[in-house]
């Protein structure tokens, strides 16, 4: 049981990771702010959900995975505010 | 090699990068951004470290309140920017300032490469004696009554601070709010998160504040978090600043600094020392002077990134 936990940990987190690169990448290569908030929303929302995902299986107790959950969810309104800002005030600037 | 050192030495690396790039970036916006991503990674150093109030407080105030007032002030700079760049320092000031930081550095390096091994500490005494507080965490026991006056005085001195803020105000807007009237799109984004995080913020920094007394945390951290909430609402223009005349803000800004006070003097009246407590009413009086300064905290570290008053009282 504890070998599948396992698994689906280095799986989940993982693939967290790749979103957080592929969000970095894109970050840094992209031509312009709209599309490098589009690559950040991937690390983001993605790549953080799923280390959350892969570090659910971890948590010692119910306790515990509801506040990995909540940092998730804390992250996703916080990541989707700031990109509305951002992008207004580059909308508003013109392109950039 | 394990993993573990191998993550510090990366994060040691890139920490110390980030301090360079700062030092080295010619405009301001990119240093206080570097400054910023510094103060978010310093707290992992002391998380590895083991000593988690620190990293809480540096996340707060390095990373967070530190970053936001920076940033102001970049902005502010932005306009006359250009015409300082122009303005070198001369050879004999820039050889001056390098020669005084890396005496500094040099010092700093030599104290810690020369402390004896293992290195003088407290934290045994202070483990030891915590029973005497009721309190189970030992930074707090060291914070509030082992080095009670340190903090108190710490206290004294964000009060300084403030004051030192709005005396850079002009006599036309003396008193009056600090910053400008925030006006955000009522059903914005903004205006959303500024609605919808607050009583999550307000949970978290006083759970932050009252796990303190057990576990890493207390009213500087709490505080904070409370100061983010509270300048969030501004900025989204759901509120406005007070007008640092206020009565009532002048009270909040010297809670924490007076209701120490009191305390540390009842203990003179009636116990040892100043800031003596009695043992049996070690841990009330510890909360009083913990929940005026989580107070204060918040209030002052508000205040201070809103401002220089600017609009009039009368406004």
Same mark, same amino acid.
């Given at each position: 049981m504890s070998f599948a936990l396992d698994i689906i940990t280095i799986a989940a987190v993982s693939a967290g990771?790749?979103?957080?690169?592929? =969000?970095?990448? =894109?970050?840094?290569?992209?031509?312009?702010?709209?599309?490098?908030?589009?690559?950040?929303?991937?690390?983001d929302n993605l790549g953080l959900g799923l280390?959350?995902?892969?570090?659910?299986?971890?948590?010692?107790?119910?306790?515990?995975?509801?506040?990995?959950?909540s940092i998730w969810l804390l992250g996703l309104l916080a990541g989707a505010t700031v990109s509305q800002l951002i992008a207004r005030a580059a909308r508003r600037d013109g392109p950039a | 090699m394990s993993v573990a050192t191998?993550?510090?030495?990366?994060?040691?690396?890139?920490?110390?990068?980030l301090g360079v790039w700062t030092i080295a970036a010619r405009q301001t916006y990119a240093a206080t951004v570097g400054f910023v991503a510094y103060g978010l990674l310093v707290p992992l150093v002391w998380v590895r470290l083991d000593a988690v109030d620190v990293a809480l407080t540096e996340a707060a105030i390095g990373g967070g309140l530190g970053g936001v007032l920076l940033l102001g002030a970049a902005a502010q700079l932005r306009a006359t920017e250009m015409a300082s760049a122009a303005e070198e320092p001369g050879r004999v000031v820039r050889l001056g300032a390098a020669a005084l930081s890396v005496t500094i550095s040099?010092?700093?390096?030599?104290?810690?490469?020369?402390?004896?091994?293992?290195?003088?500490?407290?934290?045994p005494a202070a483990v030891a004696n915590a029973s005497a507080t009721g309190l189970a965490n030992p930074v707090t026991n060291v914070l509030m009554a082992f080095r009670a006056m340190d903090t108190m005085l710490e206290k004294v001195v964000l009060l300084l601070a403030i004051v030192g803020v709005w005396s850079l105000a002009s006599d036309r807007t003396w008193g009056g709010r600090p910053g400008p009237h925030h006006q955000a799109d009522p059903h914005g984004a903004l205006a959303f998160l500024a609605r919808l995080l607050p009583p999550v913020g307000i949970v978290v920094g006083i759970y932050i504040f009252w796990t303190g007394a057990d576990h890493p945390g207390g009213a500087f951290q709490g505080g904070a978090?409370?100061?983010?909430?509270?300048?969030?609402?501004?900025?989204? /223009?759901?509120?406005?600043?007070?007008?640092?005349?206020?009565?009532?803000?002048?009270l909040l800004l010297i809670a924490?600094? /007076?209701?120490?006070?009191?305390? /540390?003097?009842g203990g003179l009246c009636f116990g040892l020392a100043f800031l003596a407590y009695p043992p049996t009413l070690a841990k009330p009086l510890i909360l009083a002077v913990e929940v005026a300064m989580i107070l204060t905290i918040a209030v002052t570290l508000g205040m201070l990134l809103a401002g220089v008053p600017e609009r009039g009282a009368q406004q």
């Open positions: 990771a790749f979103f957080f690169l592929a =969000g970095t990448v =894109g970050l840094l290569r992209f031509p312009d702010t709209l599309t490098r908030l589009h690559a950040l929303t991937k690390a280390v959350v995902l892969g570090l659910l299986p971890q948590a010692g107790s119910l306790r515990d995975g509801l506040k990995l959950v | 191998l993550l510090e030495m990366v994060l040691a690396a890139v920490v110390l990068g040099a010092a700093l390096a030599a104290a810690i490469l020369l402390l004896p091994d293992p290195a003088p500490t407290l934290a978090i409370l100061a983010a909430m509270w300048l969030l609402v501004i900025m989204a /223009g759901l509120t406005d600043t007070p007008p640092a005349s206020s009565r009532r803000l002048r924490g600094p /007076g209701v120490f006070l009191v305390v /540390g003097l």
